[in-house]
């Protein structure tokens, strides 16, 4: 019970990691208290209590990591499949809007028609079709045009449902949020633990592998794929200028955000961490 009751509280402690740091280094204190904790007579009864507090917080944590991401998935998919997919195809079969959403989903199947039409001419010209007939050239054109039709028409409707559906993952996600702030606590000491209970070359190597794949200015094309998957997978409009403009100031403001907690708290926690991290990026 005293250790469950010390494990509530670790939130405070969590708080106190951060807000109450002194102007010795931590990894200082963290040897004089481990030499003093070595001399107290009740150190084994007090590290079997840490061990059930530690123990209880990884569970705790993982279940709640797990129950964060599984959750909202299955809603998602549930609701897309048994009420928002049901629903959107009546009223798409029932009403029948446009084909398409944009005019990015515009251009990609006019692209894709006139690609088609320029191989078969293609074929013509080298005379793997030897014998002409322009009116089954027209039928197949058409049988094409249908078929794109088709596609585009189910990727518009597959767009709304993800709209839909993805917004029923984000309700019940922000739900579990605000139901557990308790277990909101339990998961941020956790992480807190994870990352500053790493080893410096660690803590750099980390801070340099993340730096590079998310916030890293050499890779535009990476954020440019994925800005379009996201964007396609919401039948929004492709814009180049939107895209070109969030990669220009959504990258330079995660380095801002990143390299203002190294100066916040990682340089304060841990400045050998941030000494190796300098070395190892030079």
Request: hydrophobic share 45%.
């Amino acid at each position: 019970m005293e250790a469950k009751m010390r494990y509530w509280n670790l939130e405070e402690l969590n708080k106190s990691s951060f807000d109450k740091l002194g102007p010795i280094p931590r990894s200082i204190t963290k040897i004089f208290n481990k030499f003093k904790q070595e001399l107290d007579p009740n150190a084994e009864i007090e590290s079997v209590e840490e061990f059930r507090i530690s123990r209880y917080l990884t569970v705790a944590s993982t279940k709640y990591l797990l129950v964060l991401i599984v959750v909202p998935i299955l809603i998602g998919q549930l609701s897309k499949s048994l009420i928002v997919g049901p629903c959107v195809d009546y009223c798409w079969n029932h009403y029948k809007p446009n084909i398409f959403l944009n005019s990015s989903q515009e251009e990609r199947a006019f692209a894709e028609l006139e690609q088609f039409e320029e191989k078969i001419h293609f074929e013509i010209l080298i005379g793997d079709k030897n014998d002409v007939d322009y009116k089954i050239i027209n039928q197949q054109i058409k049988i094409k045009a249908i078929e794109l039709a088709q596609q585009y028409s189910n990727e518009s409707a597959n767009a709304i449902k993800n709209i839909l559906s993805e917004t029923c993952s984000i309700i019940s996600f922000v739900f579990l949020i605000v139901i557990g702030k308790k277990q909101i606590s339990i998961l941020k000491s956790f992480i807190n633990e994870i990352i500053y209970g790493l080893s410096d070359t660690a803590k750099a190597f980390l801070i340099i592998l993340f730096t590079d794949i998310f916030v890293g200015f050499h890779s535009p094309h990476g954020w440019e794929v994925i800005i379009e998957s996201i964007l396609r997978h919401f039948g929004l409009p492709e814009s180049r200028d939107f895209i070109f403009l969030f990669i220009s100031t959504f990258p330079v403001i995660l380095d801002t955000i990143f390299k203002y907690w190294i100066f916040r708290y990682l340089n304060r926690v841990s400045p050998s961490a941030v000494a190796t991290y300098r070395n190892m990026n030079e």
